[in-house]
């Protein structure tokens, strides 16, 4: 943003400028290696374009627009094109020497500025005069509005904590065993298992009748027996189908029990997954 004394003629050489700052200040205008400079050398060379105002300070010719009107306290609503007009070109004509291409968006809005300000000196017709005609900058004054909602806007957004500007992200790394946790064994799945099993045991079932006497024990030695051999044993491998239902239910009673007393571990590996049966691991 261009300081208030931009507007302001400067002073008309560098001479007046070097003695202007001596009177201000008799303690020196600046310091060379710590020691103050009450006088100005002889071969001291100022170029000419060591002041200047560089309208890049703007975002462009409505946000310089906006700044003039702003500074003066004009009306946005009714706006003295003369004034602002004048003031306009006196910005802008401080890089039109130096710097033309920054200086042509401005300019451009300078004729926009001029026409505009020659319209409303032009003298109104009758049939002007009967019907209302529209205001010269009402199309000015609706962009400078929409401008300053959209910088305003812009200027909330910004004041938001931003990652990497007003905060960072912190990092903390854990180590830690992976671990694999099986999922627990419904009884809806186990449930289903039995009766898989018990579906094709009745696939398999003789008509023969014959009185036999089923060991639940036995049963129960015979499974840990087999899961002594081997690590995991699938559930229905678990059944010997061809002994008919009545080896089944025993064997699945026998299951049962050797589970309650935590004797062998049921687990799945995930929902739907075929069920395994192992040895329990005994306590360390």
Same mark, same amino acid.
Request: hydrophobic content about 50%; charged content about 25%; overall charge negative.
């Given at each position: ?26 303690? %020196? ?30 975002? %462009? ?9 702003? !500074? @003066? ?19 802008? #004509? @401080? ?9 042509? +968006? ?10 505009? !300000? ?7 017709? @009758? ?6 005609? #529209? ?15 959209? !910088? ?11 990652? =990497?500007? =007003? ?21 809806? #799945? ?8 018990? !579906? ?7 008509? $023969? ?22 690590? *995991? ?5 678990? *059944? #010997?189908?061809? %002994? ?12 049962? +029990?050797?589970? $309650? +007393? ?23």
């Amino acid at each position: 943003m261009l300081p208030e004394s931009a507007a302001e003629p400067a002073p008309a050489t560098a001479a007046e400028a070097g003695t202007a700052a001596l009177t201000a200040d008799v303690s %020196g205008f600046a310091r060379l290696y710590g020691e103050p400079l009450l006088t100005l050398p002889n071969d001291l060379y100022i170029p000419p374009d060591a002041l200047e105002v560089f309208l890049d300070a703007f975002e %462009g010719p409505l946000d310089l627009l906006l700044y003039l009107i702003r !500074k @003066q306290n004009f009306n946005i609503l009714d706006i003295p094109m003369a004034q602002l007009t004048l003031q306009y070109l006196k910005y802008v #004509d @401080q890089i039109r020497k130096s710097n033309l291409e920054l200086a042509a +968006e401005y300019l451009l809005m300078a004729a926009m500025l001029i026409e505009i !300000k020659s319209r409303m000196l032009l003298p109104q017709r @009758q049939t002007d005069l009967d019907i209302e005609a #529209d205001d010269p900058r009402a199309e000015l004054v609706r962009r400078l509005l929409d401008y300053e909602q959209i !910088k305003l806007a812009a200027y909330d957004l910004n004041t938001l904590p931003q990652l =990497d500007r =007003d905060f960072v992200r912190t990092q903390i790394h854990i180590e830690q065993s992976l671990v694999t946790v099986l999922p627990d064994v419904a009884p809806l #799945d186990l449930q289903q298992a039995w009766l898989d099993v018990m !579906k094709r045991a009745r696939l398999t079932q003789h008509h $023969k009748i014959s009185r036999e006497e089923l060991s639940v024990r036995e049963h129960m030695t015979g499974i840990l027996r087999r899961l002594q051999s081997t690590r *995991f044993v699938e559930f229905a491998d678990l *059944f #010997d189908v061809a %002994g008919g239902v009545p080896v089944v239910v025993v064997n699945f009673v026998a299951l049962l +029990e050797l589970a $309650k +007393e935590t004797l062998i571990e049921i687990t799945q590996a995930e929902p739907f997954a075929p069920i395994y049966v192992r040895l329990a691991y005994a306590p360390a």
